[in-house]
């Protein structure tokens, strides 16, 4: 289930473009975009970045915001929380990649990592203390430690790095979230078409593969909905 939940949320989050003053503006799936100034990003951060979106402008050299996303779906473990232990190499190579852009003269990356499984209330607190440059709870600070341990950033990296990472742990399953896209679908449909999710979460796969590398912009959209 995990490449379906992958390639509904992209297409969830791609509808955004149809907005004509949305700020998204490209989407590019399992991996950066080719540009990326960081030319080791592909490779070092390949396993974490499922979605990439652009805001402000479609390439990285002309976005003003550039958000890397983790995707994980679960259809067991529903209630049991995300530990620190199991977001190591999240943390790892997101914080490689951020130690590598922030020697440029601008570092546009935010990172999110999004799952249908709950974060652990310790672990939420422990990433909002190093952003804010200190730890506090008692029950926090093991987990802030280990976090800052996984991230290997220097102090005075920490609190900047802490501070674009963001857990969203509210996400829907895979049945509940194909139905959510069916339906925010058809406010951009004038009338019924039966294929029109079908063929958006196709433009999504395909850019999953070699077969198309390119990213997803408001025309790939407004085509795949035809």
Known sequence: DGDQFHYYW??????????????????????????????????????????????????????TEILYVQLKHSTVRVDSPWTPSELKSTVVRFARHFANVSKL?????????????PVSSPLRRAVI??????????????????????????????????????????????????AEVSADLQEFLPGPNPDALLRLKEAVATRATSLNRTPLHRADILAALK
Do not use: C, W
Not at 44 to 62: F, K, M, N, Q, R
């Open 105 to 117: 003269s601008r570092n546009p990356y935010a990172y999110r990592f999004v799952s249908n499984r």
């Open 10 to 63: 992209a297409a969830q989050r791609s509808l955004a473009m149809l907005n004509t003053e949305a700020s998204l503006k490209a989407i590019s799936i399992e991996g950066p975009l080719a540009g990326d100034p960081i030319p080791e990003s592909a490779t070092l951060i390949a396993h974490e970045i499922d979605v990439a979106e652009y805001y402000g402008g479609s390439t990285a050299e002309s976005a």
């Open 129 to 178: 203390e190093l952003s804010r440059g200190q730890i506090g709870s008692a029950d926090a600070t093991a987990t802030a430690r280990k976090l800052r341990a996984f991230a290997g950033l220097g102090d005075g990296d920490v609190a900047d790095f802490f501070s674009r990472i963001r857990f969203d742990d509210d996400e829907s399953g895979l049945a509940r979230l194909s």
